[in-house]
C-alpha cells in the first residue's frame, strides 16, 4: 500500500513564526503536491514537485516556498507564518502520467494565532 | 466561474436511498476523479475515469465527456457513507500532472 505521512496532525504556531510541514511518501513516485482546503474553496494547489530539485508554482503560491533534496521528502515552509495561512494542508504523491491517481497524506491542521 | 462545480453543496439523506452528487467541468480532460474525505481530512481515491461508467460495491460513478459531466451514485446508503465527496479533473490545459478539485459535496446519511 501506498502511503503518505505527514509530520504533525496538529500544529499551533504564532504569527511571524517560521513554519515547517514535512510530507514522506514510500512508494518512490516522482510527483509530490502541496495543498491547502478551506472550507468553501475545496483544495488549492500551494507548490508541486516533479523531482527531486524541482518545483513549480500552484495557484496560491504567496507567503509559501518548498523544498525536495530527496525523492521521498517533500518540505512546506511558511517564512512567516500569518493568520490567514490557517488551514488544512494536504500532502499528495503520484507517478506520472495521467492514468496515475495521487495519493493524499492525513493533512495538517495548521491554526496561527 | 470556477472549472469544476459540483452539486449539491450539502446534501442529508436517509438510510436506504439512492444518492446522486454531480460534478459538471468546462475545460478539456485527460481523466476526472472521485474521491471521498471523512472527518478528520484522510482523502482516498474512489474513481478514475475518462469515459463510460465505472462501478465498486454500491459507488457507480458515469461520465460524459461530450457533455462535460459526471455523477456518482450511492445505492442503499449507510450512515458510514457520510463524508465529503470530491470532484477533481486532470485538466488539458493545467498539465497532466495537476487536478482541479471541485468544492465538495457534503454528504450526511441519517440512520
Known amino acids: 500500500d501506498v502511503k503518505v505521512t505527514q509530520s504533525s496532525r496538529y500544529l499551533v504556531k504564532r504569527t511571524g513564526e517560521k513554519v515547517f510541514l514535512e510530507c514522506v511518501q514510500d512508494?518512490?513516485?516522482?510527483?509530490m503536491f502541496w495543498y491547502r482546503q478551506d472550507p468553501g474553496l475545496g483544495l488549492r494547489l500551494i507548490y508541486f514537485?516533479?523531482?527531486?530539485?524541482?518545483?513549480e508554482k500552484g495557484d496560491i503560491p504567496e507567503g509559501y516556498s518548498v523544498s525536495r533534496e530527496k525523492k521521498e521528502r517533500f518540505s512546506l515552509i511558511l517564512e512567516s507564518a500569518s493568520t490567514n495561512q490557517t488551514s488544512m494542508y494536504l500532502c499528495?504523491?503520484?507517478?506520472?502520467?495521467?492514468?496515475?491517481?495521487?495519493?493524499f497524506g492525513p493533512g495538517t491542521r495548521l491554526t496561527v494565532t | 466561474k470556477n472549472e469544476v462545480e459540483q452539486s449539491p453543496q450539502n446534501l442529508t439523506a436517509q438510510e436506504g436511498e439512492f444518492i446522486t452528487i454531480n460534478c459538471s467541468y468546462s475545460?478539456?480532460?485527460?481523466?476526472l476523479h472521485w474521491l471521498q474525505q471523512h472527518p478528520g481530512g484522510g482523502i482516498v481515491s474512489l474513481f478514475m475515469?475518462?469515459?463510460g461508467k465505472k462501478k465498486h460495491g454500491r459507488l457507480i460513478a458515469t461520465i460524459n465527456i461530450q457533455e462535460k459531466h459526471s455523477s456518482l451514485h450511492i445505492t442503499a446508503s449507510h450512515p458510514r457513507d457520510s463524508a465529503v465527496y470530491i470532484c477533481?479533473?486532470?485538466?488539458?490545459?493545467?498539465?497532466?500532472?495537476?487536478?482541479?478539485f471541485g468544492q465538495g459535496t457534503r454528504l450526511t446519511i441519517n440512520p
Open positions: 499528495a504523491s503520484s507517478l506520472t502520467g495521467i492514468a496515475y491517481e495521487q495519493y
Open positions: 512508494m518512490d513516485h516522482e510527483n
Open positions: 514537485s516533479y523531482d527531486v530539485k524541482m518545483k
Open positions: 475545460v478539456g480532460i485527460s481523466a
Open positions: 475515469l475518462s469515459s
Open positions: 477533481a479533473v486532470r485538466s488539458l490545459i493545467q498539465g497532466a500532472q495537476k487536478l482541479v
